[in-house]
């Protein structure tokens, strides 16, 4: 059997135990301490636009305090796209709180700014209240349309979470994914651009919001020599040791998102040759995507096979590739919550596949992808 080529797996750059063993030998084992701020430091660096991160311990959990800090209650509803990682929508069913879906738009295949106008009219003619938050998704590192999805926001009043899990490192119109909404989460888990081996952060705007996260992620003790409570705690927050990985991993961003990007422009070139296969690409110039995964969709009139005989095919030569995220909507769990929209979501989850993405894919690893997909498409 030949080696396995994984769809994303971890890159290490190769200063990541330096960092870790500086913690060990400081006795920095236990949370906060320097790598905790350095790593914060540098992904405010990296974001520029005066940004303000605290790093915490996935994703997921920058989302949940996310909607705290926006003030998300039980009973409220919440927009989020259908499009997406379930992680994305965990943290409203968390606060007790309602999820409303919201499909995709075919350019970026994320938010689409016409379906969540009509979401929040509809729900506030059947709830008789505003939806209490905004969460799009810069799926697959593919920036979103801010603009339009901002200027919906702001005629409703409306605060917006960007979950940017998936776009450390895109740009829309030249600003960084992550630093457009009231607040934002990264995600450095085992199969993102970088990792710490599991790790998130939310990006706060001001000192004050961040202030109130860290707060909130080490147990909302109060100020007193006893521990005392006047809020809800959360134990949220990033340790020293993974922190050190994250610092490692910073030193690589760059290079990471260059061999994302120059794996998508192989398949690019890959497919240019095959009818019935579109690469999923920037729209325009306003939109610069650091290619986390690279994906195709099959027209099966056209390309003579489905999205699952290519997946099957690909499986028999060990390389692993998945079908697009399946619609929020559609998924067991979520089959009561409002969905606005068409069926473009829908229809990409059918003809959707996630290509071998990681930036530590080898030449070899290319020459057998490419191989086996003329093989595929030739029968
Ligand atoms: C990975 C991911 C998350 C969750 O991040 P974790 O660090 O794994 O908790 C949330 N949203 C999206 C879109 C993701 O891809």
């Known amino acids: 059997m030949k080696a396995k080529i994984w769809l994303s797996s971890p890159h290490l750059g190769g200063n990541e135990q330096k960092y870790v063993n500086e913690a060990f030998e400081s006795n920095w084992v236990a949370p906060l301490g320097p790598n905790v701020n350095g790593f914060e430091e540098d992904l405010e660096k990296f974001l520029g636009e005066e940004v303000q991160v605290a790093a915490l311990s996935a994703g997921t959990a920058a989302l949940h305090l996310g909607l705290v800090n926006l003030g998300v209650v039980a009973g409220d509803e919440v927009i989020c796209q259908t499009m997406t990682f379930s992680a994305s929508a965990n943290p409203i069913a968390y606060l007790g709180a309602k999820p409303v879906f919201v499909d995709s738009e075919a350019d970026t295949w994320n938010m689409c700014p016409v379906a969540l106008e009509e979401a929040i009219k509809s729900r506030a003619m059947a709830t008789g209240q505003k939806p209490k ?126 061999s994302r990007r120059a794996n998508h422009a192989f398949y690019v070139e890959l497919f240019k040759e095959i009818a019935g296969v579109t690469v999923f690409t920037e729209p325009t110039s306003d939109f610069y995507s650091n290619h986390w995964l690279s994906c195709i969709t099959l ?81």
Request: aromatic residues 8%; proline residues 4%.
């Open 133 to 258: 938050a905004i969460i799009p998704v810069h799926l697959y590192g593919m920036p979103a349309k801010m603009d339009e999805i901002l200027a919906v926001a702001k005629k409703y009043e409306i605060p917006v979470l960007e979950d940017a899990a998936e776009g450390l490192g895109s740009t829309y119109k030249g600003k960084m994914c992550g630093t457009f909404g009231t607040m934002a989460a990264l995600s450095f888990n085992g199969n993102k651009i970088i990792t710490t081996s599991g790790g998130g952060a939310l990006v706060c705007q001001t000192k004050d919001q961040k202030d109130q996260t860290v707060f909130l992620s080490t147990q909302a003790r109060d100020n007193a020599p006893h521990y005392q409570h006047s809020h809800i705690g959360y134990n949220y927050r990033m340790s020293n040791i993974v922190a050190g990985i994250g610092r490692g991993q910073m030193e690589v961003l760059a290079d990471r998102i260059a």
């Open 299 to 379: 027209d099966e009139a056209v390309c003579g096979h489905s999205r699952e005989q290519l997946r099957l095919a690909l499986l028999e030569e060990n390389i692993e590739t998945r079908p697009l995220w399946k619609p929020m909507h559609m998924q067991p769990i979520f089959q009561d919550a409002p969905y606005y929209g068409g069926r473009v979501a829908e229809k990409l989850f059918e003809t959707g596949l996630c290509l071998p993405s990681g930036s530590n894919l080898s030449d070899e690893d290319r020459e057998r992808i490419a191989i086996a997909v003329r093989a595929f498409f030739k029968k």
